[in-house]
């Protein structure tokens, strides 16, 4: 359920919106300044926003500012203002777009499904980047390994084998797959290498979250992170 708040002042326009968006299958909230908008945002978190500037007790380009404190909810600015600056202003206050008014609602309509096609993609892959293997939290990001609140050091190739099988659970790889993808170099002879590093890797992992098996040895095949 993508739930779009509407943070505009003149009622009929809100109206207009939601009826469009409202065919596409999206669920509605309608603030009418500012003030109101970060009291509904705070009981209803939105998918996407779309505001206007010129409103009452706190515009648009606050409301923005405000949002962005904490929030990188996506937010398409609606306004009459329509000189070159003012969107210029719109953009550098945190909105992702810009359109000006009167406006087409099929083209808002189009504009809203991209920001939230964007969003959606740049979500997914957020989460690729942060994988759970037992205790330990593994971020590609910031390239940190922590289990139970403490950050385990490891070495590049170390985070580089741990997220390669953390990232497919369940599934053996060889010592030559793990050297080919981490080493980059063809696998032959990588036996004893690969080896090494897993149990240099396992030793820390052990430190940091004892009694838990984070990584399986099948033997005679390679190794595993179970899901």
């Known amino acids: 359920m ?12 809100a109206e207009l919106i939601e009826v469009y968006l409202n065919n596409e299958g999206y669920v509605i909230d309608k603030a009418g300044d500012g003030v109101e908008a970060l009291q509904v945002l705070a009981r209803t978190p939105a998918d996407l926003i779309i505001l206007d500037i010129m409103m009452p007790k706190m515009d648009g380009l606050e409301f923005c500012k405000e949002v962005r404190k904490t929030n990188h909810v996506p937010i398409l600015m609606v306004s009459a203002k329509v000189e070159d600056m003012d969107k210029i202003i719109g953009l550098m206050t945190g909105a992702d777009d810009y359109m000006s008014k009167p406006f087409n609602p099929l083209e808002l309509t189009a504009r809203v499904k991209a920001l939230l096609r964007r969003a959606n993609y740049e979500r997914a892959e957020k989460e690729e980047d942060l994988l759970y293997a037992g205790s330990l ?10 289990g139970n609140e403490t950050v385990i050091k490891l070495t590049a190739l170390e985070f ?4 390669l099988l953390a990232k497919h659970p369940g599934r053996v790889f060889a010592s030559e797959e793990i050297f080919e993808r981490v ?23 052990e430190a940091a ?13 390679g190794y595993k992170i179970e899901k």
Do not use: A
């Open 2 to 13: 993508t739930r779009i708040l509407i943070v505009d002042d003149d009622q009929q326009i």
């Open 137 to 146: 939290q593994i971020d590609k990001q910031s390239h940190t390994v922590s």
């Open 160 to 163: 580089d084998i741990l997220f």
């Open 183 to 205: 080493w980059n170099e063809p696998g032959e002879g990588s036996n004893k290498t690969v080896m090494v590093h897993i149990s240099n890797l396992r030793d820390k992992i």
């Open 209 to 221: 979250v004892p009694g838990e098996t984070i990584i399986q040895t099948v033997w005679g095949v």
